[in-house]
T-cell receptor, first 112, second 111 residues
Framework: TQLLEQSPQFLSIQEGENLTVYCNSS?????LQWYRQEPGEGPVLLVT?????EVKKLKRLTFQFGDARKDSSLHITAAQPGDTGLYLC????????????FGRGTSLIVHP | DTAVSQTPKYLVTQMGNDKSIKCEQN?????MYWYKQDSKKFLKIMFS???????INETVPNRFSPKSPDKAHLNLHINSLELGDSAVYFC??????????FGPGTRLTVL
């Protein structure tokens, strides 16, 4: 059973469209991160959310942590071809050492 | 300055060989990790080292052994390579808050 479920798995959209990627779990997380990975490179950290209900914005990207700290979403406004990549959520369950687990990722393609 | 570096970038080798991948971080982080990313892009943690102590060892074959000479380095040694070991291996480091900083990856191909 995958601890973090990401959806959708694949997303192909036109430039200018909006999109939302979801990261869900039945477990509570002490923190959750979102990463973007481009072909041939390592994942790059976009944001860390810690507080339930927290909303963070990074230019056209909006990240939200669920009130119960079990889920998160990433919303991209007016997507651009440069947003193309694999988006990964990752987190660690509450208590004990930080043991990260990753979702399976959402592969986004933005067509010009 | 590169935060997390790993070498080599590409590694092509025959089955049964022994190989090593090196990783270094200059971020001053206490924890370093090795991940394996398969062909479906699933990123799975293999090892974690905190202050030179192994704190995670997932169900990884004992042919894989992490070696940490100091806090800034975590190398991965693989014995008797198998076809199924072909993947991209990522080194990462993190603060206690958990945000991971990844290296560029090593693409291992076992023939």
């Amino acid at each position: 059973t995958q601890l973090l479920e990401q959806s959708p798995q694949f997303l192909s959209i036109q430039e200018g469209e909006n999109l939302t990627v979801y990261c869900n779990s039945s477990s509570v997380f002490s923190s959750l991160q979102w990463y973007r990975q481009e072909p041939g490179e390592g994942p790059v950290l976009l944001v860390t959310v810690v507080t339930g209900g927290e909303v963070k914005k990074l230019k056209r990207l909006t990240f939200q942590f669920g009130d119960a700290r079990k889920d998160s979403s990433l919303h991209i406004t007016a997507a651009q071809p440069g947003d193309t990549g694999l988006y990964l959520c990752a987190g660690a369950k509450t208590g004990g050492s930080y043991i990260p687990t990753f979702g399976r990722g959402t592969s986004l393609i933005v067509h010009p | 300055d590169t935060a997390v570096s790993q070498t080599p970038k590409y590694l092509v080798t025959q089955m049964g060989n022994d190989k090593s991948i090196k990783c270094e971080q200059n971020l001053g982080h206490d924890t370093m990790y090795w991940y394996k990313q398969d062909s479906k892009k699933f990123l799975k943690i293999m090892f974690s080292y905190n202050n030179k102590e192994l704190i995670i060892n997932e169900t990884v074959p004992n042919r894989f052994s992490p070696k940490s000479p100091d806090k800034a380095h975590l190398n991965l040694h693989i014995n008797s390579l198998e076809l199924g070991d072909s993947a991209v291996y990522f080194c990462a480091s993190s603060t206690l808050a958990g945000a991971q900083y990844f290296g560029p990856g090593t693409r291992l191909t076992v023939l």
